[in-house]
C-alpha cells in the first residue's frame, strides 16, 4: 500500500468523460457529507469541508454530487470548499428526485422542475455550466424523452457541457442517445451486486464512462470472500472492492463517498493496489442479490 506522501487517485488512470473532460478514475462521492438521512447540513461541517479538500489535494478530480443531497447542501458544501476551483475538476450533479423529509426521496424529472433544479445548482456551486449534468432517475409519470429532451435543451444553452443518466437500463441509455450524447450512466454495482454487468459492458463498446455507487455491496457471503482477499493483500475489504471495480472495465470511475478524512485516504489508496487476477476472479464468482434502484 502507499505512503501518506505517495497517496494519488491518479493512479488509478484516467478516463475521458464526453470526448473531453480527462479524470482521474477514482473520484468522490459528496453524497455523506450531508446530514443524518442525507438531510440538511452535516454535524461535523468542518470536517466534511476538510474531507472535500482533501480529496482534491489527493488528485480527485471528479466530484458526484446531487441537488437533492441536503437538499442543496452538498453543492453549497462544495463550493465553501473548494471555489473557486481548480483547473480541470470535474462536479458532475444530478436532477430528478425532491425531498419531502429525512430519508426520503420522490420523482420528479418534470421539465419544470429539471430547468429550476439545473439552476438551482448552477447558483450553488457558483458556475455557468454544469460540466456533467445526470438525469438522477427516470420518472414513470414523465415522458423519458421529455426529461432528456429537457436535458438536451439546456446544454444547447450552454448550461450544461455533458448530459448523463442515472439508474437506468440498457434501453434507457438508448433512448437517451438518440436524442443526445450521453457522456456517463451512475448505477448500483459491485463485486457483489452485478445486474449491471451488461451496462457495464455496453458501456464500455461505446466509451460512455460508469460511476458504480455503493461500491461494497450488500451480500453477507460476498463480504466474507471479500475479507479473505484482503487479509491476503493486507489490505481493508473496501480497498479490495474498489480495485475491483478498477479491474473489471477501464470505464468504470468509481466513486467512493465519506465525510471522514481518513476513510477518504483508506479509499484513494486503492487507486494504487494491485489486485491479482485469480483474487479478481475469485471475487467475481459471488453470487449477488437484486438491486434497489437509487443512488
Not at 448523463?164 to 440498457?170: D, E, F, G, P, Y
Amino acid at each position: 500500500m502507499p505512503t501518506q506522501q505517495s497517496l494519488s487517485a491518479a493512479a488509478a488512470g484516467t478516463f475521458t468523460l464526453g470526448g473531453d473532460l480527462a479524470v482521474n478514475r477514482m473520484g468522490y462521492g459528496a453524497m455523506r457529507i450531508t446530514g443524518k438521512g442525507i438531510w440538511g447540513p452535516p454535524e461535523d461541517k468542518p470536517g466534511a469541508l476538510a474531507t472535500l479538500r482533501r480529496a482534491v489535494e489527493l488528485g480527485v478530480n471528479l466530484i458526484d454530487t446531487a441537488d437533492s443531497y441536503g437538499p442543496g447542501t452538498s453543492e453549497e458544501l462544495i463550493a465553501e470548499a473548494l471555489y473557486p476551483y481548480p483547473a480541470g475538476l470535474v462536479i458532475a450533479t444530478k436532477g430528478g428526485w425532491e425531498r419531502p423529509g429525512p430519508g426520503k426521496w420522490t420523482h420528479n424529472a418534470s421539465p419544470k422542475h429539471l430547468t429550476e433544479t439545473l439552476e438551482g445548482s448552477l447558483k450553488r456551486l457558483r458556475l455557468e455550466h454544469i460540466d456533467i449534468y445526470q438525469l438522477h432517475t427516470p420518472d414513470n409519470a414523465v415522458s423519458f424523452e421529455a426529461s432528456v429532451e429537457t436535458l438536451a435543451r439546456m446544454r444547447e444553452q450552454g448550461k450544461i457541457r455533458h448530459v448523463a443518466l442515472s439508474n437506468v437500463t440498457r434501453e434507457h441509455i438508448e433512448r437517451a442517445r438518440a436524442i443526445v450524447p450521453i457522456a456517463s450512466v451512475q448505477n448500483r454495482y459491485s463485486f457483489a451486486d452485478r445486474e449491471s454487468d451488461y451496462i457495464i459492458d455496453h458501456c464500455e463498446k461505446h466509451n460512455i464512462g460508469f460511476m458504480p455507487w455503493a461500491p461494497l455491496g450488500q451480500a453477507r457471503e460476498a463480504h466474507e470472500a471479500i475479507k479473505k482477499v484482503a487479509d491476503e493483500l493486507k489490505a481493508t475489504p473496501l480497498q479490495v472492492a474498489l480495485a475491483w471495480l478498477l479491474k473489471r472495465s477501464p470505464v468504470i470511475l468509481p466513486i467512493p463517498g465519506t465525510s471522514s478524512v481518513a476513510h477518504l485516504e483508506e479509499n484513494i489508496a486503492a487507486a494504487s493496489l494491485e489486485l491479482p487476477q485469480g483474487s479478481f476472479d475469485e471475487l467475481s464468482t459471488v453470487s449477488h442479490p437484486p438491486a434497489s434502484l437509487r443512488g
